[in-house]
């Protein structure tokens, strides 16, 4: 069986090599030459500003927690290291279901 419509409708490469060719990327990109209208202005909601603190304190922060690494690597090696599975299902399930939109939160605490 042979699925026609292989090819897309459009093909885009030519204008893509056109408007390069022709330098119309970079005038679009220029600022108007006309200033004398009214400036625009955003002012960000106090909300705003405090996901951008978080945003800023999140990517501070080390990718990898040394000390818990160190710690689970320490109850490895001594053979203390318990996993719980019915927890760790729980909070995968909740996590799923909230980031679906299901639910807001569910209590995990077993």
Do not use: F, H
């Amino acid at each position: 069986m042979e699925i026609s419509g292989k090819e897309p409708l459009i093909n885009l490469n030519a204008y893509i090599k056109n408007a390069q060719g022709s330098g119309k990327t970079e005038k679009i990109c220029e600022k108007p030459k006309d200033t004398s209208g009214p400036e625009d202005k955003v002012e960000l909601s106090d909300r705003a500003n405090e996901l951008k603190q978080a945003i800023r304190a999140v990517k501070a922060m080390p990718e990898i927690r040394q000390e818990k690494v160190e710690q689970i690597q320490n109850q490895l090696s001594q053979g203390t290291y318990k996993v719980e599975g019915q927890k760790i299902a729980i909070n995968m399930i909740s996590e799923s279901l909230v980031n679906s939109g299901i639910l807001n939160k569910i209590d995990t605490t077993v």
